[in-house]
């Protein structure tokens, strides 16, 4: 009986302590936030959709099935991001301070540890610099997981794509990393977008007054504008009222479809009423990760593509330059 009751115990200690080798967890600790909730997701879709997580007395623990290494992503309440490299059978600590997130640290893998000590090397670096240190990091890690995720976020998702260069490290991680289908992924979307960069995708998509938008709908207009925005990002809010500005100036002319990358439909709702939009808005409620988004190829809040009868013109403009372009389009 003192035999069973021994191993019972200890079967209880090995639980405590880590997680079985089909699941992965992190545990975490934040100074100065008692009480939240940080959204998580994972863009090579180990996660189906976008989890919840609960932060209790400045502590969280998150679980998550785990077969293979994979990419989860926490969004803070403030909308900045955090990687976690997850791997079967492990488990990570994080621990930071919600008012200075840039230097959080997560402890408990290999792969972890590489994406801090880059994140401790970009941290006063301007974009510039930093897009070539994630190069770097790139041709000396081709076959960590941190490299699919920095091409993804430098190269891909930056306001400023560079296509081309990210096909070319794309590459060498896949010679590294052959089983990989999530960057085997990222490849095919790369050349997609590098090769069909004058046109529209096809697309049909549910807006939120429940009315169907479609590639058709934008492309028969002889300007039309699609953006992204949320309402934590300033600059996203502030394209909004200058388009606002323009449409009407536009007198009909100009088609808008704005894309919210909002967790909540009602958060948009309320934001598209505040601010009294009235064009289609697109919201699935899968921020970053909405189908549209990926299908269109813009990976940035804000983010915009410009088209001229159909043609696509521009992509990724700052707000005076879209409204400079938009101006001479008139």
């Not at 940080?38 to 180990?46: A, E, K, L």
């Not at 200075?100 to 408990?108: A, E």
């Not at 979307?189 to 169907?212: G, I, M, R, W, Y």
């Not at 088609?255 to 967790?263: G, Y």
Request: glycine share 4%.
């Amino acid at each position: 009986m003192k035999k069973y009751c021994l191993l019972f115990i200890l079967t209880l200690v090995l639980a405590a302590c880590g997680t079985d080798s089909h699941h992965f967890k992190i545990d975490g600790h934040f100074l100065n936030l008692n009480q939240g909730e940080f959204y998580v997701y994972s863009p090579d879709g180990n996660i189906d959709g976008i989890d919840t997580i609960k932060v209790t007395g400045g502590r969280f623990t998150y679980e998550t099935p785990c077969e293979e290494p994979c990419i989860l992503v926490i969004v803070f309440p403030n909308f900045s991001m955090q990687p976690v490299f997850a791997q079967p059978g492990k488990s990570v600590d994080i621990k930071a301070d919600a008012s200075h997130l840039k230097k959080m640290t997560v402890k408990g893998t290999d792969e972890n540890k590489l994406m801090n000590s880059f994140r401790e090397q970009i941290e006063s670096a301007s974009p510039v610099e930093a897009q070539k240190y994630a190069e770097q990091f790139v041709e000396d890690h081709p076959e960590s997981l941190v490299s699919v995720y920095l091409v993804s976020t430098y190269f891909i998702q930056s306001q400023r794509p560079d296509y081309r260069k990210a096909e070319k490290l794309l590459n060498k991680i896949i010679a590294s990393q052959p089983e990989n289908k999530y960057a085997s992924h990222i490849l095919q979307q790369v050349k997609q977008l590098h090769n069909a960069s004058e046109s529209l995708p096809k697309f049909q998509a549910l807006c939120t007054d429940n009315k169907t938008i479609s590639t058709k709908d934008i492309t028969s207009a002889q300007i039309s504008v699609i953006t992204t925005w949320a309402s934590w990002s300033y600059d996203s809010m502030e394209q909004q009222r200058q388009l606002k500005s323009l449409y009407d100036s536009y007198m009909g002319k100009l088609k808008v479809l704005s894309i919210c990358v909002e967790a909540s439909q009602k958060e948009c709702k309320k934001t598209l009423e505040r601010e009294n939009i009235k064009w289609p808005v697109v919201c699935d409620g899968k921020m970053m990760e909405g189908s549209l988004l990926k299908k269109l190829g813009i990976f940035s809040v804000p983010g915009n593509i410009v088209l001229k009868n159909g043609r696509v013109i521009a992509r990724n403009l700052t707000n005076q330059e879209l409204k400079e372009k938009l101006e001479a389009l008139k």
